[in-house]
């Protein structure tokens, strides 16, 4: 008898082992459906944040970006602001460099992107994180018309981009190496900018729009249909004499340190 009372009890204690077995496992099954349908709703999420953003992932707006043609000064200027003072001789980048520079008191986030024209179809993800736009322009080759109609060019790419459209970043011309004797002034590189945009646009059409994502026009003045103007532009466009060899960069903190900013900060131009 009392062997057959073990044995029953046995037979329990196996029968409480197995249902505890059963209910661990059961409970990591689900503790793993529910992880798996967290990370697919993170995924659905993102991609549709890459859906609606035209492919690129919007992001936080804080950084300084140095953009322009080959040979403008760019990688120059980024080392002027970031060590306060310049290598000797031509300097050319080929990545991005990105670091906290220094200019007058201010430390600003300086993203130096290079010019080269197979490297500027990757300059997008910068764009949509630029706080601020410098376009470098060197100031001594607007006498030959084939640099003003590469820099024209470069221009109308970065003003009429979606995502420097839709949050109205603000652009400074920075009209570099004015320190040199046969340097042009930045009224005349604006109006020869102006007028290469105004020709190079009656070619496609209303010179005020050209194709969005979805085919869409998209207006990049105020004043569809005239004459293309940088003051008509949603951008704020400001201009300015600087020089990144010498460390004349008075106009270029003005514009740094405005309140002037993408519309997507807290302070919106």
Not at 142 to 167: M, T
Request: glycine share 8%; charged share 20%.
């Amino acid at each position: 008898m009392a062997e057959q009372v073990a044995n029953h009890g046995g037979n329990a204690g196996d029968t409480i082992d197995v249902l505890i077995t059963t209910s661990t496992r059961t409970t990591y099954f689900n503790v793993g459906l529910i992880l798996l349908s967290l990370a697919m709703f993170i995924l659905a999420a993102y991609l549709v944040q890459v859906l609606y953003s035209g492919g690129v992932v919007r992001v936080k707006r804080a950084v300084t970006l140095l953009i322009g043609p080959a040979n403008s000064g760019k990688t120059t200027l980024f080392r002027k602001m970031k060590y306060g003072k310049t290598p000797g001789g031509t300097v050319t980048s080929v990545i991005p460099n990105e670091e906290e520079c220094k200019v007058g008191e201010d430390t600003y986030r300086v993203v130096d992107y290079p010019g080269h024209v197979k490297l500027r179809s990757g300059a997008e993800p910068f764009l949509n994180r630029a706080l601020k736009i410098v376009f470098v322009a060197d100031s001594l080759v607007f006498n030959q018309n084939e640099k003003v109609r590469e820099a024209a060019n470069f221009l109308f790419g970065i003003l009429s981009n979606r995502l420097v459209l839709k949050d109205r970043v603000p652009i400074f011309i920075a009209c570099n190496k004015a320190d040199r004797m046969n340097a042009f002034s930045p009224e005349f590189i604006k109006k020869r900018l102006e007028k290469e945009i105004d020709i190079l646009l009656s070619t496609v059409g209303d010179l005020s729009d050209t194709k969005g994502s979805e085919d869409e026009l998209v207006s990049i003045t105020t004043r569809p249909g005239e004459p293309f103007k940088f003051a008509d532009c949603l951008s704020n466009v400001t201009w300015g004499a600087i020089s990144g060899n010498k460390g004349n960069l008075k106009a270029l903190h003005a514009y740094l340190s405005s309140s002037s900013t993408a519309t997507t900060s807290t302070t919106t131009s």
